[in-house]
């Protein structure tokens, strides 16, 4: 079968959005189900949802990507996520749902990550507990202060206060890799 390329694929679901889909499918299909599962793994017939509500998001937004011509695949990614980042927090006001282990680790997924970002996914992952769940929290999921502070029973204070320690933390161990880095080269 004929690999299509992105602008192929948007030109493709704007003139036929059946066969676009399809073709959506075919070439992303597997990477949207990984990142919506990721997010949500105990809840197969949200994460289905999710999945359907990034095929038609996409439809929707072909004509405005292809005139774009960006990164269908980055589009997608973060269309995923949002997604069922979304819909895990809509599960979670009807009842308690736990970070999952997961997450944790794909927390700056991106299509294609810089050297910068993969540090600092390191440097954030080498945090100790509980500093690097509020990290994930917060910056991942985007809960607010308030939110982490209750589920980790802490005070709100106490969490604003761990996170900007944490940036410092981290602002100086990704300035002395860098300098390192420096030197090797």
Known sequence: MHTVNDQELLALLCRDPQTGLAAVLDNYGAMIHGIVRRVLPDAAQDAEECVADVLVAVWRHAPDLQREAGSLKGWLCVT??????????????????????????????????????????????????????????????????????????????????????????????????ETEETRHA
Request: glycine share 4%.
């Open 80 to 177: 995923a996520r949002n997604t069922a980042i979304t819909r895990w927090r809509a599960l979670r006001r009807k009842g308690t749902v736990p970070l999952d282990e997961a997450i944790a680790g794909d927390w700056l997924l991106t299509p294609q990550p810089t050297e910068a970002e993969e540090r600092i996914q390191a440097l954030v992952l080498e945090l100790e507990e509980p500093d690097r769940t509020i990290f994930l929290r917060r910056y991942y999921l985007l809960e607010p202060a308030r939110e982490i502070a209750r589920v980790l029973h802490m005070t709100e204070h106490n969490v604003n206060v761990r996170l900007s320690r944490g940036r410092a933390k981290l602002r100086r161990r990704f300035t002395e890799s």
